[in-house]
């Protein structure tokens, strides 16, 4: 079976784009990456299931290995991650090359700048995911009180929620994006309160171990505020926390990694606990 239609996206790479916006809102990477790899004789099954995810998972493991040690490998198959690595392409792949490009071209702004073009192009979800990443960079340079850089990580998270529920209507309408805007409105992808008690568990020991340690990694602001995002989503109507948090889940992992040991080993038994159930419940491996 044929999961491209080529002729669609020859046409819209030549005539579906007009101007600067249009390139972002039609993800034109996309459809130029899949294209390419179409007229190199791969077939549309070996892109979509074979290639660009372990394209996903290759940049993925480099970051932990790099980050961390080969041991919190084992967390890239929690099956929150492979269910968002294989159904949602193009945001994986987009935010992986994203962290690729922060932790190991940070310094070369030639590449780090191609790279994260590439990703703004890719998915327009980006736009919100890298405006959400500088205001956290902004927020741990700017401020030195602790305790009111937690708080402000909070909301966020918590601004984040109503942002990517309540208000998803109103933002995917104002990018042309309807489709999106009747699926993520309802509840249908909310989480439950039952895991935002899970959740509410992690956060509370991030919070914990950055008050008594008075020191902040980029990694651990970033849990905590994505990690807020759905402690607080039942109590809004609409909105898909979970693929927020997944996307930014290698985050998470290398933040866990960052604590002191006593407060590493409830995180790691907590994500444990999660990779466990899931993989019983969703993915039947048990």
Not at 62 to 87: A, D, E, G, M, Q
Not at 131 to 147: G, R, T, W
Request: glycine share 4%.
């Amino acid at each position: 079976m044929n999961l491209l239609d080529l002729g669609m996206y020859d046409e819209l790479l030549k005539y579906g784009f007009s101007n600067i916006i249009s390139y972002v809102k039609n993800e034109w990477v996309w459809g130029l990456l899949v294209t390419f790899l179409s007229a190199m004789g791969l077939s549309s099954k070996f892109i979509f299931f074979t290639f660009i995810p372990f394209l996903i998972y290759f940049v993925l493991a480099r970051i932990l290995i790099f980050k961390t040690n080969i041991f919190y490998c084992v967390f890239l198959i929690h099956p929150l991650l492979i269910l968002f690595n294989f159904s949602q392409l193009r945001l994986a792949l987009a935010i992986a090359l994203f962290f690729y490009a922060y932790y190991f071209f940070k310094n070369n702004i030639l590449i780090f700048s191609i790279l994260v073009l590439s990703c703004l192009l890719m998915h327009t979800s980006m736009l919100l995911f890298i405006s959400v990443f500088y205001f956290i960079n902004v927020l741990l340079n700017k401020i030195s009180e602790i305790n009111i850089k937690l708080l402000l990580l909070v909301l966020l998270g918590f601004v984040l929620a109503f942002l990517t529920g309540p208000l998803i209507s109103v933002v995917l309408g104002a990018i042309g994006d309807n489709r999106r805007s009747e699926i993520y409105s309802s509840n249908e992808w909310n989480s439950s309160y039952l895991s935002s008690v899970y959740w509410l568990t992690l956060l509370i020991i991030f919070l914990i171990d950055v008050y008594k340690k008075k020191v902040i990694s980029f990694e651990v602001a970033t849990s905590i505020v994505f990690i807020s995002l759905v402690v607080i989503s039942p109590f809004f109507t609409g909105g898909y926390p979970y693929r927020f948090l997944t996307a930014v889940l290698v985050l998470v992992i290398i933040a866990a990694s960052q604590l002191s040991l006593k407060n590493r080993l409830l995180a790691i038994l907590l994500l444990m606990i999660s990779f466990i159930q899931q993989s019983i419940l969703i993915m039947h491996w048990i």
